[in-house]
């Protein structure tokens, strides 16, 4: 069974551009979430997808940050414009949903902003 | 608030035994999750408790306190390819939401 997928693994941009990251979660998967990992730290939150309803984005800093998921699939994450301070790893996750299930991880983008 | 508490660093050599300590404070509890993440790559899940007791998966071992508000994460035997950090998680509630993980602790394991 494959993993979850993200693309691309590394990015590299000036800040101010933008850049967007794209994730195929686990086949049959309903919920997928997007994580920031800083260095040293644990993932953190971004947004949550039940299907395609986005049902958790209070951690999203929606006036530079947007996200996705057509058809309750694919999911794409979009900075616009990137800030040195989003240089990080953003990762993504799926889970089967509705329940106390297991998330499984991406191998994550890693961003950096110079 | 939400807080999760685990050693930062410990080291260890090959075929030793080592516990890694998380506590937590958070808003519900519905399971606690361990995942190793090797440098540069995806965390990958190790266990899950949601009941208090010791659950067994070959080399790792995790237990869980609720009332305490205590895990840990017991690996024995060591090999090298252990060194990596591993993230203490937490699902508050409502169930189904997402994780709240520790800042992890980095196990370097030598021979």
């Known amino acids: 069974e494959a993993g979850v997928v993200q693309s691309p693994r590394y990015k590299i941009i000036e800040k101010k551009q933008p850049v967007a990251f794209w994730c195929n979660p686990i086949?049959?998967?309903?919920?997928l979430y997007w994580y920031r990992q800083n260095l040293g730290q644990g993932p953190e939150l971004l947004i949550r997808y039940e299907n395609e309803e986005a049902v958790d984005d209070s951690q999203l800093p929606k006036d530079r940050f947007s996200a996705e998921r057509l058809k309750g699939v694919d999911s794409t994450l979009k900075i616009q414009p990137a800030e040195l301070g989003d240089s990080a790893v953003y990762l993504c996750?799926?889970?089967?949903?509705?329940?106390?299930?297991?998330?499984?991880f991406g191998p994550g983008t890693r961003l950096t902003v110079l | 608030g939400q807080n999760i508490d685990q050693p930062t660093e410990m080291t260890a050599t090959e075929g030793a035994i080592v516990q890694i300590n998380c506590t937590y404070q958070?808003?519900?509890?519905?399971?606690l999750f361990w995942y190793q993440q090797h440098a540069g790559e995806a965390p990958t899940f190790l266990s899950y408790?949601?009941?208090?007791g010791l659950e067994e998966k070959g080399r790792f071992s995790s237990f869980l306190s609720r009332s305490k508000g205590y895990s840990y994460l017991l690996l024995k035997e060591l090999q090298m390819k252990d060194s990596a950090s591993y993230l203490c998680?937490?699902?508050?509630?409502?169930?189904?939401?997402?994780?709240?993980f520790g800042k992890g602790t980095t196990l370097s394991v030598s021979s």
């Open positions: 958070t808003s519900g509890f519905n399971g």
């Open positions: 996750a799926s889970s089967l949903g509705y329940g106390t299930d297991t998330q499984y």
């Open positions: 998680a937490v699902r508050g509630s409502p169930a189904g939401t997402a994780l709240i």
């Open positions: 408790n949601v009941l208090d």
């Open positions: 086949s049959g998967h309903n919920t």
